[in-house]
């Protein structure tokens, strides 16, 4: 499952870096996945709905148990 998190979170990448953006996957804890917004994402008003509705969502399509956390 690691390796599916990863490829969709590199597909996900592409909308984020076109507004100035970026994540990074700091780690992967069973269904659980830390990542850090950087850029204009890291200090965006709407970054926690990009967490939640955008990422989140999208990886759901793997396993819905998945949940996403942002690091700071």
């Known amino acids: ?3 599916q998190i990863k ?3 590199e597909t996900l990448r592409g909308g984020l870096q076109a507004d100035g953006g970026d994540l ?4 992967i804890e ?3 996945v830390y990542l850090k ?4 994402c890291g200090s965006c008003p709407f970054a926690m709905m990009t967490l939640k509705q955008g990422i ?6 793997i396993d819905p148990e998945i949940t996403v956390e942002r690091v700071e």
């Open 1 to 3: 499952m690691e390796e």
């Open 30 to 32: 069973g269904k659980v």
């Open 7 to 9: 490829a969709k979170l």
């Open 37 to 40: 917004l950087v850029g204009h």
């Open 24 to 27: 990074e996957l700091v780690r």
């Open 56 to 61: 989140e969502a999208s990886l759901q399509d």
